[in-house]
């Protein structure tokens, strides 16, 4: 038997969490060979719940679930952790501005970004959920000195996984047998759901999708896929959003299929011109806890455009955050 591994989750007793943590426990995140400690991180008020949540985990015996630790401070929290998933964040409430959410926000993941720099493991890696996912990404990157930016990413694989469900059922394809859907930008409505490099068993899916239903059905419902959720169930996706953490980190962690593309919001190092430091999706390759950018796409005029439109608005909220940053 392996060495457990730390996991630290923030926002542990939330509707994600309350999906994910189940799904780790069993062994989907990081194999049916890994046991692992859970270190569930809530704020005060939600220690409560937090605690009845650990019963349940508690009661389902998994024999892969070690121990699980509960705390309300992140500095206990991501003590030693080898993982953090980052999900508790502020909601947008009522009333509230875009850029009262942006600092509001910014002030944790600053705090966060600090204590896993001073208490994690060297080498941990941390998924960033909680929105504004891409700008908290890199608050928290830039407040953890000792970390590279590196071992920061965000998640858009639920943007993903969106992306190839609704091409799934339009066309009538299994999504095993669709590839190379990408997800450009931030976490928002102007992300780029591309299709030009996708396969539908693997042959090149464009020439058999028109363009009007592309442009002007099939974006705009990926890119508002969210909202059309929340309108109908009243809460926010939660089991989808579980589902497509465990597939981001179980990527990163153990590497993706051979010739797979899947998105990430990683720290731009310049690729397809994008500015360098903004957390930014591109399509990545995993391989021994390390993502690639894939290289040399050509992108065509229209895809140029899209992805200079979603990276306009992380240059925006990083200006709405620069004062924050530390020099
Ligand atoms: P919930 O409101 O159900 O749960 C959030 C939990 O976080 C609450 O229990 C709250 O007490 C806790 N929390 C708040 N501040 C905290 C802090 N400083 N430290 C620790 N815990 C804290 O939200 P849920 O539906 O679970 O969504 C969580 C976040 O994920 C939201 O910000 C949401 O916008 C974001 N999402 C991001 C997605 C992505 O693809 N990047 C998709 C799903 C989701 O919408």
Redesign the pocket.
């Known amino acids: 038997m392996r060495r457990p591994i730390r996991i630290a989750v923030?926002?542990?007793?939330?509707?994600?969490?309350s999906h994910l943590l189940f799904k780790i426990a069993a062994g989907e995140m990081f194999g049916k060979d890994q046991p692992v400690i859970l270190q569930l991180?809530?704020?005060p008020?939600?220690m409560e719940?937090l605690l009845g949540l650990a019963m349940e985990l508690e009661d389902c015996a998994f024999p892969l679930l070690h121990t699980i630790t509960l705390h309300d401070n992140?500095e206990e929290g991501f003590n030693n952790v080898h993982y953090a998933l980052l999900?508790?964040?502020?909601?947008r409430r009522p009333g509230m501005e875009r850029s009262d959410l942006l600092e509001k926000n910014a002030a944790?993941f600053a705090k966060q970004g600090k204590a896993l720099n001073d208490f994690a493991n060297r080498d941990v890696k941390a998924l960033i959920?909680?929105?504004p996912?891409n700008t908290n990404a890199l608050v928290a990157a830039r407040n953890a000195p000792k970390l590279s930016p590196s071992q920061f990413t965000?998640?858009?694989r639920?943007?993903q996984n969106r992306a190839v469900g609704l091409l799934a059922n339009h066309t009538g394809v299994n999504p095993k047998d669709i590839d190379g859907v990408i997800i450009w930008g931030n976490?928002s409505t102007t992300q780029f759901p591309d299709l030009y490099q996708s396969t539908l068993y693997g042959r090149p899916a464009m020439p058999v999708i028109p363009m009007d239903w592309y442009t002007e059905t099939y974006m705009p419902a990926v890119q508002r896929r969210?909202a059309a959720i929340l309108d109908k169930r009243g809460?926010?996706?939660?089991p989808s959003?579980a589902q497509?953490i465990v597939d981001h980190m179980h990527d990163w962690a153990l590497g993706t299929k051979p010739g797979q593309i899947v998105s990430m919001g990683i720290a731009s190092d310049g690729s397809y011109g994008i500015a360098k430091g903004i957390y930014y999706s591109f399509p990545v390759r995993c391989d021994y806890g390390r993502y690639q950018i894939v290289q040399g796409i050509d992108l065509n005029e229209f895809q140029q455009s899209m992805l200079v439109a979603t990276e306009a608005e992380l240059l925006e909220e990083r200006a709405g955050v620069d004062h924050l940053l530390p020099k």
Do not use: W
């Not at 923030?10 to 969490?17: F, L």
């Open positions: 923030t926002g542990a007793a939330g509707s994600i969490a991180i809530e704020i008020q939600a719940v992140v999900i508790g964040a502020t909601p944790i959920v909680g929105n996912a965000t998640l858009t639920l943007d976490h969210g809460v926010s996706s939660a959003a497509a």
